[in-house]
């Protein structure tokens, strides 16, 4: 089981770019199976997938944020990175970087990807 | 994109009640069905997998079921550490998408 622990700044004005990392320890973000990941949260609300990244620098976004948003990896570092640009209100939640991984049975058959390590989070807000 | 809805939105129950959880998704995700509990203040935590299937060192009390578009999680005895909010997650595709979550309340 690895940790993680987002780092970043807790407030911005509309317009700027979130920019988020997410340390990696107890493992190495090099690991097969290993897909990282943001999540976030508004106050009081659901869970949002944003996106993750895989070791090799591949990256799958969720389409609607697309356009504003950017994940990269830091192998060397242990550590990912989540670039959003131009918030504004909407974008004010606490934000979860996440491991996800392949599940498999016994004969080697997938049973989809699970969510098993979770940062704590961090509280962004956005504000004037 | 697939979405997830979930009902009750929030639930009212003793300790010792059996309670079910419904999620419905939008299209197929075949078994491809997570659930989650999330306590106020702290990450989420996996509970089930591929609909049914317990996550290493979830009490037994959980159990889920489903396939295709239907699903739920059961909560066997309700203890009261179970208090919390439960959501449902497919992995079928991406985006990945969650239910809206299901508060489970102290009556």
């Known amino acids: 089981q690895v940790q993680l622990q987002e780092s970043g700044p807790g407030l911005l004005k509309p317009s700027q770019t979130l920019s988020l990392t997410c340390t990696v320890s107890g493992g190495s973000i090099n690991s097969d199976n290993s897909f990282w990941t943001w999540i976030r949260q508004p106050a009081g609300g659901g869970l949002e997938w944003l996106g993750r990244?895989?070791?090799?620098?591949?990256?799958l976004y969720n389409s609607s944020l697309e356009s504003r948003l950017a994940i990269s990896v830091d192998t060397s570092a242990n550590h990912f990175s989540l670039s959003l640009k131009s918030v504004t209100a909407a974008d004010t939640a606490t934000y979860f970087c996440a491991r996800a991984a392949n599940k498999f049975d016994y004969s080697g058959r997938r049973l989809g990807q699970t969510f098993d390590d979770w940062g704590l989070g961090i509280l962004v807000t956005v504000s004037p | 994109d697939i979405q997830m809805t979930q009902s009750p939105s929030s639930l009212s129950a003793s300790v010792g009640d059996r309670v079910t959880i419904t999620c419905r998704a939008s299209?197929?995700?075949?078994?491809?069905l997570n659930w989650y509990q999330q306590k106020p203040g702290k990450a989420p935590k996996l509970l089930i997998y591929a609909a049914s299937t317990l996550q290493n060192g979830v009490p037994s009390r959980f159990s889920g079921t489903g396939s295709g578009t239907d699903f739920a999680l059961i909560i066997s005895s309700l203890q009261r550490e179970d208090f919390a909010t439960y959501y449902c997650q497919q992995s079928y595709s991406s985006p990945r998408s969650f239910g809206q979550g299901t508060k489970l309340e102290i009556k």
């Open positions: 299209q197929s995700i075949t078994n491809y």
């Open positions: 990244i895989y070791r090799s620098g591949s990256a």
